[in-house]
């Protein structure tokens, strides 16, 4: 695949005296764009990148501090924009495009990486003292009695958020306890929402599709208007259960009862199915059948979904998710398996080859 | 927020344990605490075994399976069989979704 690397911002072309090129720590119109953007598509999240290098802030010297970061270039910007007013140096680890926290658990945010990275960019040659900062969600990946042991530099875990860097630097380096720690707010959960919303979709487009066939099939053929009749309240279930799983759940998460994730979404999306089926019109789901499928099959599909949350979070464990899926892909399967035979045993019933 | 409890896989070695703290620096979740002269876990389901501790500890002192807890990597691990596969790239493989 034929990644883009992106032009850096280099307002004049400004380079310091070793030849490391100067970025400006204001955003342009183009790098909020980009932003948004990549919280959108994944094919622009998965190609937005920055050379891997080193960079200079300000008028960055030999003493000035060293701040390392991926190179995704989200990653670079929100770690550039907190460095207004400060002379630093940024060293771009090569991860591929990959953040922070997910690199360093791939290790390509990493030991051997860093080392190399040291000497790629004369780092030693650039500064007079031998420390790196690295941000904390970095450690994952990196030992850094390894790095202190090849390069000699001591490696310094800064804030885990690129906003606290100031007051880091401010105090000589010093994070406090605040500073360690992961927050989940509902901010940061409503800006990942879209990467879980737009996946979803496909199935979705799929679920439609089905839901118009089966709906639509009649002894005569398939049938517009039967198709959209006796459809509709199902693509209205179905919509409510997708945007329960990847959207209410994510948002709702710390007030939604019980750890587990798919507890939690079978929760959101059994009372978001439940309040629909009572206010749709009492012709719109007739059949017992119908009314027992939407109950098992849309809670059943809003757990699924709201499971895949946990690898946005900040708070869930292999072991955890490990010990979910145990237990709820056999249910979902079984689910899923039941809700065939309603959705057959409601279109005998339609046919009118009663049982 | 706190996940599921009494699942965590993380150990520690206080006979191995030299109090220098590098773990409560790395940690996230304030899972470890001082305790005199070395270490100890205060609250384990707090951890999301994501190794921070294990990999700086140039003792030794710490064990935990790490990775990530990403149900859609667990999932395509399955399907593909072998190690979970998060489709977040990195591995120059096509992406799919997660962080």
């Known amino acids: 695949m034929a990644v883009e690397l992106f032009d850096l911002p280099g307002g004049s072309g400004r380079s310091t005296a070793e030849n490391v090129t100067v970025v400006p720590t204001e955003w342009s119109r183009q790098d909020a764009w980009g932003r ?23 008028a960055a010297d030999g003493r000035s501090p060293v701040l390392v970061t991926a190179n995704y270039k989200l990653s670079f910007d929100l770690l550039r924009r907190e460095l207004s007013g400060f002379d630093a140096w940024i060293v771009v680890l090569d991860t591929r495009g990959i953040n922070v926290w997910c690199a360093a658990g791939k290790g390509t945010f990493g030991t051997e990486e860093l080392i190399r990275r ?28 390894v790095v202190k042991e090849h390069t000699g530099f001591s490696v310094d875990y800064g804030p885990v958020y690129a906003r606290d860097l100031p007051a880091y630097l401010r105090a000589g380096c010093r994070a406090t306890a605040q500073m360690r720690k992961v927050s989940f707010d509902f901010r940061e959960r409503l800006e990942l929402t879209p990467m879980e919303i737009v996946p979803a979709l496909k199935g979705f487009g799929i679920f439609l599709a089905a839901v118009f066939v089966l709906f639509g099939l009649q002894p005569e053929g398939i049938l517009f208007h039967s198709a959209f009749n006796n459809g509709l309240p199902v693509a209205i279930l179905g919509t409510a259960a997708l945007l329960s799983g990847t959207f209410l759940t994510p948002l709702l998460l710390p007030w939604i009862p019980f750890r587990s994730f798919a507890v939690k979404g079978f929760l959101a999306g059994g009372i978001a199915t439940a309040v629909l089926v009572f206010l749709l019109p009492a012709k719109a789901l007739q059949s017992a059948y119908l009314q027992a499928f939407a109950l098992l099959f849309f809670p059943a599909a809003s757990s699924y979904l709201a ?16 010990k979910e899926l145990k237990i ?22 339609d046919w009118g080859i009663g049982i | 927020m ?36 070395t270490v100890r876990i205060v609250d384990r389901d707090s951890c999301i075994e994501c190794g921070a501790c294990m990999m700086n500890c140039s003792f030794g002192a710490i064990r935990v399976n790490s990775g990530v807890g990403c149900a ?28």
Do not use: D, W
């Open chain 2, 72 to 99: 859609a990597a667990l999932i395509n691990g399955l399907i593909r069989g072998g190690e979970p596969q998060c489709g977040c790239g990195g591995n120059e493989e096509r992406g799919e979704s997660c962080c």
């Open chain 1, 36 to 58: 948004l953007r990549c919280r959108l598509f994944n094919s622009v999240r998965m190609n937005y990148r920055v050379k891997p290098g080193i960079y200079a802030v300000g």
């Open chain 1, 118 to 145: 040291i000497r790629a960019t004369r780092l030693p040659e650039i500064v007079e003292h031998r420390r790196v900062i690295l941000p904390q969600l970095g450690a994952p990946g990196v030992q850094a009695h």
């Open chain 1, 307 to 322: 499971l895949q949350f946990t690898g946005s979070t900040t708070f869930t464990s292999i072991s955890g998710v490990k």
């Open chain 2, 2 to 37: 706190k996940y599921l409890a009494n699942v965590v896989t993380l150990e520690l070695f206080p006979e191995r344990c030299s109090g220098c703290g590098r773990c409560l620096e790395v940690c996230p979740r304030e899972v470890f605490a001082k305790n005199g002269k």
């Open chain 1, 328 to 349: 709820a892909l056999p249910l979902y399967v079984a689910a899923g398996a039941i809700a065939l035979v309603l959705l057959v045993l409601y279109k005998l019933q």
